[in-house]
């Protein structure tokens, strides 16, 4: 093997040295290439013919205003494309490859040598690859076979053969610091050190190490929906991230990074994966929250409350005499049968019962809501909704030009021109003599003077009223909302169980919706309702859609997704163990997926391999919840979870700080005490601040993951890790009801090396020692 190594590092050398002459040469290009952009940027009009005279010239100039603008976005483009080789050609250069394979294909003499590293690179004459690219069709065989027959897929068909050498490498800074043939599952010794490594608050990218089953995932093509259910730790994130640097290669060209969308749990999360795509040399996917997409959809319109308040909500609001109506409440409008009681109720509004709000202007009705529900029902019923709606709309405007007219004869119009002062009257001139080409004469009219501000400025006012029309915003969606909760004859022919707690739910919707705000468990039933009246606003260039922390998500939020999303495949992933929403909590399988496209559209892959903690801490958490001994612990060895009580509040924030000094000496950066509650949380970090210790508070609205100590409700933990994590206080009293099992297991999983769990009082009952 010591020789082998001498001729390995031999080839690492040549290969570096040919990487460094690629750097060098790139360099120059991305400097060329810089300068030609440069340069066409500040000379693009010089390079243009403006002239708009006449039809002729006029098309002649947008001609040349084209041709000038695709040379700049190809040497744009080129640009981009050197620069990004260049960064690879630097990662390259530190450490060229992680693997190789010699493969002997069915039919030829020789095995071929196969290296893989993150990127790939051709020899000196393009010939010959030096380095696969770890995506390419033929470097799955590193991931899925041991030594032996093997077969990979191509886009031209499959491919079978022998592997008769795998081999991984640590490569850094250019030397081979170790190297080892390997079996299936990539070698334990390098993901052992990879998993011992302390965490630098961002996440990692996982190439050298992806295991098989985690391959799957990040190779498939076929499902329109791949579901990933995989333990707390396993992998998921991780696989998605890797699977969206798969797709951007394996379709270059064809698919886009802003053509891929992540839903996160919480905008912390965003940052945490943030350089896993361009670690790999790939731009970043669209990334956001559930939130941030609802409230970009129903505008200003409401204050709408978040999930975290939800969530709060369920966790402390057990004393409000409305608490098991508001729950009940949550777990009913998150589900299809109550979907269904709108797609019901929307179809019955084609026939009767659109409200319609009229649209006023200076105190007076223009247009009243009767005139438009007379037109609107007046149209032919065989029509959709929607078409029905932009018919109405277009009347609308044409009536609103009309009734403009009429408005300029009105005195207010004439006292707002008297009142108008010298350089209102001079950029109004300025206006019109831009848009109708008046010249200094003809404006000397002074009846027509009158006349062209009296129009402009009604134009003005109508304007607002006209782009409302446009939006619909004639259509009053909330009081149709809320008409659901006043009158369900809708639900008459009994297909739906309404909940026992109905009267209830009725009451507390309503009186939330009166306020002008919107409970989170309403936003996508409003929204819904909305896009079924008006047509939805469906999002055609997306072409995937993961969604991490799946459990989290209600059925009729994945058919809401699915329905603005109509070309996009979708990879969910989730762990129901760490459901922790109410709506979730009866919820013990991915099962209601499968209605939302068809069985064979649908591949489920199962990930049951933990790697994130140490053996005992998974042993420990495994034990909290039902089929946890199905969780198979990457065996990596560390200290026993310590589980300790305080006498007092005082002994607890001693202890705790304790533990977090003792990790600091240790060298770990990465630690959090986890609280239940935001409330708690802030009590928490005041506390231990007291004490002199450095920590940072955790909030719902926190943008960034930073190293050091950080103080966190256990919710917004969700999907991230720790070095080391305190559990701030388990007791009984904290973490009292079985519904907190789930909460109280995401937070002691968010734990890499080191766990330790307090409590005041009596032990929560969720621990089985
Ligand atoms: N194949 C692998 N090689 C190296 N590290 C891995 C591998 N798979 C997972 N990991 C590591 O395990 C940890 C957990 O991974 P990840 O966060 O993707 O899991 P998850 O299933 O999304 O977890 P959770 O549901 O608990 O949030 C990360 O530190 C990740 O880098």
Redesign the pocket.
């Known amino acids: 093997m010591q020789d082998e190594q001498q001729i390995e590092q031999q080839r690492v050398d040549r290969v570096t040295a040919h990487i460094k002459r690629k750097i060098e040469t790139l360099q120059e290009q991305v400097g060329d290439k810089r300068g030609d952009v440069v340069e066409i940027r500040r000379d693009f009009w010089d390079d243009v013919t403006v002239n708009f005279e006449d039809s002729a010239e006029a098309a002649e100039t947008a001609a040349s205003l084209k041709q000038q603008a695709e040379v700049l976005f190809e040497r744009e483009h080129s640009h981009r494309h050197a620069r990004k080789q260049l960064l690879t050609m630097r990662k390259l250069e530190q450490s060229p490859y992680f693997g190789r394979i010699d493969f002997k294909e069915n039919g030829e003499t020789q095995a071929e040598q196969v290296y893989l590293g993150i990127g790939s690179l051709l020899d000196e004459n393009e010939e010959q690859y030096l380095i696969y690219d770890w995506r390419a069709p033929v470097s799955s065989l590193y991931y899925d076979y041991s030594p032996g027959p093997a077969q990979y897929k191509t886009p031209v068909g499959t491919i079978e053969g022998e592997m008769t050498l795998k081999r991984q490498f640590v490569i850094r800074g250019g030397r081979i610091r170790s190297m080892f043939e390997i079996g299936v599952t990539i070698g334990d010794e390098v993901?052992q050190e990879?998993?011992g490594r302390h965490s630098d608050a961002q996440?990692?990218g996982?190439v050298a190490?992806?295991?098989q089953e985690?391959n799957t995932i990040i190779r498939n093509e076929r499902a329109r929906l791949l579901v990933v259910q995989?333990a707390?730790?396993?992998?998921?994130?991780?696989a998605a991230l890797q699977r969206a640097a798969y797709l951007l290669y394996r379709y270059r060209g064809q698919l886009a990074a802003d053509q891929i969308v992540l839903f996160s749990p919480n905008p912390m999360f965003n940052s945490y994966v943030a350089t896993v795509l361009p670690e790999l040399g790939e731009e970043n996917m669209q990334q956001t929250t559930y939130q941030h997409y609802l409230e970009h959809r129903l505008g200003r319109s409401f204050e709408l409350e978040d999930p975290f308040t939800q969530m709060e909500y369920t966790l402390s609001g057990m004393a409000d005499s409305q608490y098991e109506a508001r729950v009940a409440a949550i777990r009913f409008k998150s589900d299809v049968p109550f979907m269904r009681i709108i797609e019901r109720y929307a179809k019955s509004l084609g026939e009767a019962g659109i409200k319609f709000r009229p649209i006023r202007f200076r105190g007076s009705v223009l247009i009243s809501s009767e005139e438009m529900s007379r037109r609107f029902y007046e149209l032919d019923r065989t029509l959709s909704i929607a078409n029905r709606l932009k018919l109405l709309s277009e009347w609308m405007l044409k009536e609103l030009t009309a009734l403009g007219k009429l408005e300029r004869k009105k005195s207010w119009v004439e006292e707002e021109i008297e009142l108008m002062d010298k350089e209102q009257y001079i950029h109004a001139y300025n206006e019109l003599m831009r848009k109708k080409g008046f010249t200094s004469e003809s404006f000397d009219d002074f009846e027509r003077e009158k006349e062209m501000l009296a129009s402009m400025l009604v134009q003005q006012k109508f304007k607002k009223l006209r782009s409302s029309v446009k939006r619909y915003r004639f259509l009053d969606i909330p009081k149709m909302y809320r008409a659901l909760f006043e009158k369900p004859h809708w639900t008459a022919d009994g297909q739906e169980q309404l909940p026992a707690e109905w009267a209830d739910i009725c009451t507390i919707t309503s009186a939330k919706l009166e306020n002008g705000e919107l409970y989170y468990e309403d936003a996508t039933p409003l929204l819904y309702l909305k896009e079924l009246l008006e047509g939805f606003h469906t999002n055609t260039q997306v072409q995937h859609v993961f969604i991490d922390e799946a459990q989290d998500y209600s059925a009729f939020q994945f058919h809401y997704l699915k329905r603005i999303f109509p070309r996009a495949k979708m990879t969910v992933l989730g762990?129901l163990n760490?459901a922790i929403f109410a709506h979730a909590e009866p919820m013990d399988s991915f099962a209601m997926l499968k209605g939302l496209y068809g069985y064979e559209e649908m591949e489920t892959v199962v990930l049951a391999r933990s790697?994130?903690s140490t053996r005992p801490i998974v042993e420990f958490t495994s034990r909290m919840i039902p089929g946890g001994s199905r969780i198979i612990p990457f065996n990596r060895d560390g200290e026993q979870p310590l589980v300790a009580q305080a006498c007092s509040a005082e002994e607890l924030v001693r202890k705790v700080s304790g533990s977090l000094r003792g990790w600091k000496a240790q060298g770990l950066n990465a630690l959090a005490v986890i609280c239940k509650t935001a409330a708690e949380a802030k009590a928490a970090a005041g506390m231990l601040r007291e004490t002199g210790m450095e920590v940072r508070l955790v909030e719902k609205e926190t943008v960034t993951f930073e190293q050091g100590i950080v103080v966190i409700p256990s919710y917004l933990a969700?999907?991230v890790?720790f070095d080391a994590v305190a559990i701030f206080n388990a007791s009984q009293e904290v973490y009292g009801r079985e519904s907190e099992r789930k909460l109280f297991y995401t937070a002691c999983?968010r734990a890499m090396h080191e766990l330790h769990v307090y409590y005041t009082g009596e032990l929560t009952p969720l621990i089985s020692v």
């Open positions: 993901l990879v998993l996440m990692k996982i190490t992806i295991q985690q995989g707390a730790g396993s992998g998921k994130t991780s762990d760490q790697y994130r969700k999907g890790e999983t």
